[in-house]
């Protein structure tokens, strides 16, 4: 990848991004969460966050280690069903209907809202039926052609298949990092989600399979929802249009990336950005 190509790219659609600043927030609420609180066991993590998540947008989470990003991240899939004594509060809604509905299909919820973790986790299986498992479980596609289709359009939204399109049925594991993180991305994508919520993404990797990834955020956002939560700031300031800041199990503050950035209302959120906690 040309490396100059790629911070020019960013540096102009910091440009755009700041001629107009609050276009993303005044998108429609894909993602609405009132009053959602955590507890594992006796243990409260998160304390009511209300927060609305705007649609073909990136919303950031930020925060210092153990204030509830990845919890709340959880949340929002239903993940944290999984999780043997997590119990959930509040309301969340996707599209204005309520996730937590006991009649809601969860195995569909969480293909709607796919997930991408910290460490790339390829199933121990080829290139192509690591994407190919979607659409096989879900009983997407009819026939092979068919498959092959969502398998290769897959790849290229995730800005993998040139790179692989040679060896699709060598093992998914046997790529660099960076290139599994974006398989686990087609991944996601085969199954045709409307949010991705990406935790901690990039952390795995290095700084050109960051700045890879953080372009197909950016390319991402046109059709998709997606929450991201980094522990950089400089990754929340590059790829997110909306930013909210945790601290202890709480939502400190919320709002234009560029502002939570240059002009925090909060103490808390300014010391972070600042550096002076986390
Ligand atoms: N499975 C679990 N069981 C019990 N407590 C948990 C569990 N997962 C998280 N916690 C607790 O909940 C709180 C929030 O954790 P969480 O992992 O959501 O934080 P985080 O902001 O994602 O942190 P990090 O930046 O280190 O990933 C912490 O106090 C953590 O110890
Ligand atoms: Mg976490």
Redesign the pocket.
């Known amino acids: 990848m040309d490396m100059q190509d790629g911070n020019v790219k960013m540096t102009q659609q910091t440009v755009d991004r700041a001629m107009n600043p609050s276009d993303a927030i005044e998108r429609t609420i894909r993602v609405q969460t009132r009053d959602v609180t955590?507890h594992?066991?006796a243990?409260q993590?998160?304390h009511g966050i209300s927060i609305d998540i705007p649609e073909r947008a990136v919303t950031s989470?930020i925060?210092?280690?153990?204030?509830?990003?990845?919890?709340?991240?959880?949340c929002i899939n239903r993940m944290n069903d999984t999780?043997?004594?997590?119990k959930v509060g509040g309301t969340i809604k996707l599209d204005g209907e309520d996730i937590y509905d006991p009649q809601l299909d969860v195995v569909e919820l969480r293909a709607r809202i796919g997930m991408v973790f910290?460490r790339p986790n390829p199933f121990p299986k080829s290139i192509y039926d690591n994407v190919a498992y979607g659409p096989r479980i879900h009983g997407l596609t009819s026939s092979k052609a068919d498959l092959d289709e969502v398998v290769v359009s897959s790849l290229r939204k995730a800005g993998l298949f040139e790179e692989v399109k040679d060896r699709l049925n060598e093992p998914g594991t046997g790529l660099s990092g960076g290139q599994q993180q974006r398989l686990c991305i087609a991944r996601a994508m085969a199954v045709g989600p409307e949010v991705i919520l990406m935790?901690?993404p990039c952390s795995a990797l290095d700084p050109i399979a960051t700045a890879i990834i953080e372009e197909l955020i950016d390319e991402l956002r046109e059709n998709y929802t997606i929450v991201i939560?980094t522990?950089s700031m400089q990754q929340a300031a590059r790829v997110s249009q909306k930013t909210a800041f945790?601290h202890l199990?709480n939502l400190i503050e919320e709002g234009v990336t560029e502002d939570i950035f240059t002009n925090p209302i909060n103490k808390q959120t300014q010391d972070y950005i600042m550096g002076r906690i986390g």
């Open positions: 955590v594992y066991g243990k993590a998160l989470f925060g210092p280690s153990g204030c509830g990003k990845s919890t709340f991240l959880r999780i043997e004594g997590a910290q935790d901690e939560v522990h945790f199990g």
